[in-house]
DNA sequence: GCATATTTGTCCGTATGTATA
DNA sequence: CTATACATACGGACAAATATG
């Protein structure tokens, strides 16, 4: 019987197809539930990671020689991730990571103007809850100190990620967790990221202080002012 | 000493020979993409349906049988669904269809009050997709003249599907089908739901004369004592 | 356009661990 | 506790679709 967490095999792709050769250590992960459960959590960390980029093909036979599993176990873990729009599958031709087009952007920016939007308006607020928005905005401060724009990027998200919680329902945290995933492939699959978020922390601030302030409308307004702002910061820049 | 869910399905998982029938009618039908997909599709649908019911444990080798496709094809479709939260599986013990407790009616309501009414207060009106709203009303007022209660069941999942599609969002839309077919199951699972829905029909026909006139803060109001109404109602009867 | 190699989709057999009777 | 059924995982096989030279 295979264990799953032993045997650190530092595997080595070096084949044509580089854009899998990050899957090498993954192995030294701690087991999970089952062994197609741990193939697709490796998978999608390196999707959401960014080692494996937007429209990168993923040849089961390369998974299952890097992973050290067999075909089956890898077709099951892919028709997860396919489920979770992570992976988009081209009937025999393979499987790929997603790449979002600009009709995506729009709509995931619609999504979140109707999530985020309707949350920060109605949701019934709970002070430990807030005070994670807080730490959210103080997390992307010291990102912003620390000069650090990948931590920048994170605590942006971990900012939406709060306002949303504030409604304290998994259901939407899971869509938001998404949407969130979706926004990442979009940031790796472009170049001037860099300085993306910064202008974007000033907002995060002045929209906790008006919630904190129990200004629930103006928040919202500054969400959507926010959101807008960002999509047409972003689409400006994307290709295609 | 755990007992499994029932089995008793349409699909016929108990008797080896009788599911012919049915499965003939359904395998003529030729598979539209992949054997894969075909078989998601097809348990998606027993499940949506009510035809498998909440808590039934579906055996891998009495689908293949059942289904004449391979162990390896099954297992993939159900990785899929349950993704898609359709189905839950417990490890080593097997699949079954999701069993939506007291807790997650609570929280499905949580999201679609966020969502819905989102919708409703903020998204651009279309004035195609607010007919595709008045349809609906006037569904559910057929299916009430008619007596049919599953007509008017789905009607009612028609007029709040319809709702959220004024958005314009692809990724809103799956996410209220997911909800939805969640309340399925709810409603498939519990006893007096022939007149549940019937309390609700004026509460649409208001609703959409609220957005028909304008007035996007009323019908948000509106939206939200419909939903808050039905919650209490559907917990006030629901076992567990 | 054709022949060939590669990859996917699907099936089968088998071994082993786990849960239940 | 033992026995049985079943889920999990592996590896091999082959046709069909696709990519490649």
């Known amino acids: 019987m295979k264990r799953y967490g032993d045997a650190v095999t530092?595997?080595?792709?070096?084949?044509?197809?580089?854009a899998v050769d990050s899957l090498a250590a993954v192995r030294s992960q701690a087991p999970r539930t089952s062994l197609t459960e741990w193939v697709a959590d490796a998978l999608r960390e390196e999707v959401v990671?960014?080692?494996l980029r937007p429209g990168?093909?993923?040849?089961?036979?390369?998974?299952?020689?890097?992973?050290?599993?067999?075909r089956n176990t890898v077709r099951e873990a892919m028709s997860q991730l396919v489920?979770?729009?992570?992976?988009?599958?081209?009937?025999?031709?393979?499987?790929?990571?997603?790449?979002?087009?600009r009709a995506a952007i729009r709509d995931v920016y619609r999504a979140r103007r109707v999530i985020e939007v309707g949350v920060v308006r109605d949701a019934e607020l709970d002070s430990e809850r807030l005070e994670a928005v807080r730490?959210?905005?103080?997390?992307?401060?010291?990102?912003?100190?620390?000069?650090?724009?990948?931590?920048?990027?994170?605590?942006?998200?971990?900012?939406?990620?709060?306002?949303?919680?504030?409604?304290?329902?998994?259901r939407l945290d899971q869509q938001m967790a998404l949407l969130l995933a979706e926004m990442r492939l979009v940031f790796h699959g472009m170049s001037g990221v860099r300085g993306f978020h910064e202008p974007y922390l000033a907002g995060n601030a002045r929209i906790h202080e008006l919630l904190?302030?129990?200004?629930?409308?103006?928040?919202?307004?500054?969400?959507v002012e926010y959101l807008r702002e960002a999509e047409e910061h972003l689409l400006a820049g994307y290709p295609e």
């Open 10 to 18: 530092a595997l080595d792709l070096s084949g044509p197809d580089a």
């Open 49 to 51: 990671e960014g080692r």
């Open 56 to 70: 990168s093909r993923l040849p089961e036979q390369r998974i299952c020689t890097a992973l050290k599993v067999s």
């Open 83 to 101: 489920a979770e729009r992570v992976l988009v599958r081209e009937p025999h031709r393979g499987v790929f990571v997603a790449r979002p087009d």
């Open 135 to 170: 730490a959210a905005v103080e997390e992307g401060q010291g990102a912003l100190a620390g000069g650090e724009w990948d931590d920048l990027a994170s605590a942006n998200q971990h900012f939406h990620r709060a306002l949303v919680a504030l409604a304290g329902s998994p």
């Open 212 to 223: 904190e302030s129990g200004n629930r409308a103006a928040a919202a307004d500054a969400v």
